[in-house]
C-alpha cells in the first residue's frame, strides 16, 4: 500500500475492483449479445472493461451487422446484472483500502457503468458512504481509456492528478489512468474473477 499521505486522492474503478461483478456482468451481456447473434467471447469481455453499456452494444451492433435499440438493450443488460447482485461479493483486500482510506484522504468511485448501477454494487458490498463523489458514465463526454473520467473525479476532490492514485483491473482503465497523469495499481494481481466459459 502506497503511503496515503503521498496522495491528494485515491480514486477506484467498481467493477471487478471493488466487487467481484465481472461474471454476473458476463452473464448478463450473453442475454442480449445471443438473442441478436452479436459475437462476445469472454476475452473480449474482459478487453473491454471501463467502457459504458451502451457504447459496447453499438459497438457489438454494428460489427454483427444488426439493427438494435441501444438505449432498451443497455437497459436489458444492465436489469440482468442486477437480478444477479445478490450474488456479488466484495473484493477484499480493496474494501480494506478503502476502510483504512476513509476520513483520511478523499476518495473517488470512476466508473464506466451508471451512477444508479455503481451506487447499488456498493451498497451490496458496504461501503456506499466511503466515497466523496462518484463519476459514472452520465458525467464524461469520452471514457476509458480517455483521461476525462479521471481528470473528473480529480476536480471534483481538489485533488492535482498527479497525486492521485487509481486502483483498476481493467487495460483501457490503466490506461485512462495513466493518460491523466495518474499512479495506478492493477488490481489483476491479486484477484482474478471466475470465468463463467472455459
Known sequence: MWPLQQFDAVL??????LADTMPAHY????????PHGMAFDEDRFYSMGGRPTRDIVATLAAEAGVAVDV?????????GFLDQLHAVEPIDPVIAVVRRSRGRVPLAVVTGGYRDVCRQILERVGIADCFDTIVASEDTDRHKPEPDPFLEAACRLNARPERCVVWEDS???IEGARRAGMHWIDVRAFHTPARVTT
Do not use: S
Open 171 to 173: 487495460d483501457l482503465g
Open 12 to 17: 477506484f474503478d467498481c467493477d471487478g475492483t
Open 71 to 79: 438505449e432498451q438493450e443497455a437497459h436489458r443488460k444492465e436489469q
Open 27 to 34: 452473464r448478463a451481456w450473453r442475454m442480449v449479445t445471443d
